[in-house]
């Protein structure tokens, strides 16, 4: 998603011509199968999530939302937007459906992710609420919305939980970008739609916190097996579910033109600060067997 082919640095152009997406299964280093004190450890990392969501981070649709102060001649490209960002919310029920199963075995991680949903709904309700109020959906436009919505199915990008937790990581830092780009061109334009992407920014970058460092504690344990998978997300990334909707090219140029989320922010403020804060090097994330550099990125299709 958002490929931008006219204007690509040499790093861009790199990293994409290294990319062979599928092509660096999970064969090529076997998974270390996780131990009771590594399940252990991830279980306390979840309590350490959820008792500090519990104390500060809780809040509420009906009261924490200056509805009264919803703009309904707001540009309708925002409101567009919003709508691409409720879109995506909405496929909740695939996305708990698919990965819970993965993690059953894994108490903290199967918790976290009934926690995941239990904020990840608030978001397309908030979002729904506010397309309502502001009057730039009727309900007729919401019901059309949804059943469109659910006339797809969501399917796993990939197929095992290694790689499920390094992309939600990836994941989960885009959107918080995406939340935080939208709010800075609203600013005041809006109170109530600024205010609920306030909220639902800083759930987001919890959760790309909580999934990071989990992802750290993995390495740990596993060096190799999550640098394979490590490298598999980032050269084969794409945001969840946009592109299944049937007019995807326009809601992502919409996105792009108004520098939301684009390919430069996708490697710049996605990939290098998580790579980063991960402690791994570039060298690590290198193709076993190619010379290149640096291993690909994705953003394709
Ligand atoms: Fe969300
Ligand atoms: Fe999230």
Redesign the pocket.
Known sequence: MYHTEDKRSDKQATLRSASVPGKNSVEEVPLKPESPELLAKIYRHFREYFDKAERKRRWHIETDIPWDKCNPSLSPAIADIVETFCNV?LFLPDYLSKLIPQVRANRGRAWMLANWGY??CK??MVMSDWLLKSRHRSEEQMADMEHEVFSHEWELPYDNARAMVCYTTFQELA?WLHYHNMRKIIGNEDPALNKLLAL?AI??RA?YDFFRKLVGIYLEDDRAGTLEQLRRVINTFKMPAIHMFADTAKRVNEVKNMRIFDEDIYIYEVVDPIIQALGVTRKELRRRNSPREIVAMGGAG
Request: charged fraction near 50%; aromatic fraction near 0%; proline fraction near 0%.
């Open positions: 919310e904020e990840e978001h397309s959107t639902v759930d987001e959760h």
